[in-house]
T-cell receptor, first 114, second 113 residues
């Protein structure tokens, strides 16, 4: 079975600083995809970044980047130059090409301090 | 705006009742997914449809059912409602299968009293 674990229920970061959110996953599939979603107070789910397991290069989207450690089954999200608008719940998610099911972690609440 | 619409935005009903939540996917998207998010919880995958056919099933209760119509909109039916069914219900759509980016609707907040 697929599992996604986020062990940090809450994190805080000072504005303009860098923070890393942790995620570990478990799957027996070789073809899988990993995602980070952001859920601000509006509750809208917004895709932050996506990583294909077959790609060795870590995905990057502006201030957001991932550290994908395939052997350790780790998929952490790094937010650089944190902004007040980054405050939100962040969910890690995984899916495989065969199951069509997305499995979400329990989320990490990020607070950004001015 | 993701392009996915959900109606209604809010729904308040009583235990034992039945409700229908509606979702219209983005233009061109064939896949629709339903999720349940209870208060301060993660998202629980309920069910996925692809071009009218059920593709995957998650932790969906027998009291819940869904379908995707020929025009690709989808409905989630919740019956014999219980207090624990109170949650935010999200619909998401994607072009093809699960490996494509999912675009989420704004959600329907269901309150069961």
């Amino acid at each position: 079975a697929q599992t996604v674990t986020q062990s940090q229920p809450e994190m805080s970061v000072q504005e303009a600083e860098t923070v890393t959110l942790s995620c570990t996953y478990d799957t027996s599939e070789s073809d899988y995809y990993l995602f980070w979603y952001k859920q601000p107070p509006s509750r809208q789910m917004i895709l932050v970044i996506r990583q294909e397991a077959y790609k060795q290069q870590n995905a990057t989207e502006n201030r957001f980047s991932v550290n994908f450690q395939k052997a350790a089954k780790s998929f952490s999200l790094k937010i650089s130059d944190s902004q007040l608008g980054d405050a939100a719940m962040y969910f890690c998610a995984a899916t495989t090409s065969g199951t069509y099911k997305y499995i979400f972690g329990t989320g990490t609440r990020l607070k950004v301090l001015a | 705006d993701s392009g996915v619409t959900q109606t209604p935005k809010h729904l308040i009903t009583a235990t034992g009742q039945r409700v229908t939540l509606r979702c219209s996917p983005r233009s061109g998207d064939l896949s629709v997914y339903w999720y349940q998010q209870s208060l301060d919880q993660g998202l629980q995958f309920l069910i996925q449809y692809y071009n009218g056919e059920e593709r995957a099933k998650g932790n969906i209760l027998e009291r819940f059912s869904a379908q995707q119509f020929p025009d690709l909109h989808s409905e989630l039916n919740l019956s014999s409602l219980e207090l624990g069914d109170s949650a935010l219900y999200f619909c998401a759509s994607s072009v093809l299968g699960a490996v494509n980016e999912q675009f989420f609707g704004p959600g329907t907040r269901l309150t069961v009293l």
